[in-house]
């Protein structure tokens, strides 16, 4: 079973990273660039098929430790 866990930014949280690339973009000449939030994500695969004790377990490990929970959201998918 293969999971994916995306994590970004709340909003109000300053995202310095999107800031630059999002200048970058524009000095590349890429039109029509309003805003750029950056954030990470984990594909991760799992042995198994119970698909809610996967996403249990995974919203466990982003509070844990694939977000920080004061600044970042995140969303678990099983695919």
Known sequence: MKARV???????ILDPQGKAIEGALKSLGVDGVASVRQGKVFDIE????????AEATLKEAADKLLANTVIENYRVEIV
């Open 46 to 53: 799992f042995a198994g098929a119970d698909k809610a004790r």
């Open 6 to 12: 995306t994590v970004t930014l709340k909003t109000g």
